[in-house]
């Protein structure tokens, strides 16, 4: 009745429409907004969900080879500090002063150290390698006069049409 | 025992799935993974992960501070 064959494409067939796809768009590159969206991108590429990531506005700088992520200290009033042995929370007009944002960096990136959290790089290399789909936003690559040879190997460049027709048929979509 | 084991002892989400992923690549179909780990969200991160890739739960327990878990590759 060739019984054995039609259950391998009906096997083949529903794990082809198991198969979820999740769009993430990063739109900020502060050392604390950089984190979710590749969080969230590499655990769901290891859930064995295909992923997009659209990288736009100054969540673009996030493909440079280079690094070198600040902690946002300004206008966050949920931001605490650990001082004195105790987590303080430290009012948004000290942010302005300098040399404070880089330290509450160090202090942030120090602290991700010793609980064991991985670092953006790392973050980035494990989307990478888990074949997340990576577009770099052309528009804004345009605007900050940034150079493709400055960013990571395997991305590309799309705009906004590129990332819908990926998004419309996605099961999750989100923007951070 | 376990075909073979992952130490994600002090590492914080996602590393212990990520690494339990790469690692049960390594395994062929039917094998085992334990799981060592200090992360007490893993415990329902596992759960969730196990439900979601069709992978097999066999063990979650706790030993002293550190969690154990075992899962079985599935396809």
Known sequence: MGDGNQMTEEAVEQTIGNAKSMTIIATKGTLDWAYPPFILATTAAAMDIDVTMFFTFYGLPLLNKKLDLQLGTLGNPAMKMP?????????????????????????????????????????????????????????????????????????????????????????????? | MADATLDAKGLN?????????????????????EILATDPGAIKDFEAFCRTTGNELVESGEEGEVYRFVIKRAA
Not at chain 1, 103 to 127: H, W, Y
Not at chain 2, 13 to 32: F, H, Q, S
């Open chain 1, 83 to 176: 001082m004195m042995g105790m987590h303080m929370g430290m009012p948004s007009i000290v942010g302005v002063i300098p040399g404070v944002t880089s330290g509450a960096t160090a202090m942030m990136k120090n602290m991700m150290k010793k609980k064991g959290v991985a670092s953006i790089e790392e973050l980035r290399e494990a989307a990478v390698l888990s074949d997340v789909r990576i577009i770099a936003c052309q528009m804004t690559l345009d605007l900050f006069e940034m150079d493709p040879d400055d960013m990571i190997e395997g991305i590309e460049l799309g705009g906004a049409a590129t990332y819908i027709e990926s998004a419309v048929k996605s099961d999750i979509n989100l923007y951070i």
């Open chain 2, 13 to 33: 989400c996602p590393l212990p799935i990520l690494k339990a992923k790469k690692a049960l690549k390594d395994l062929k179909v039917g094998e085992t993974l």
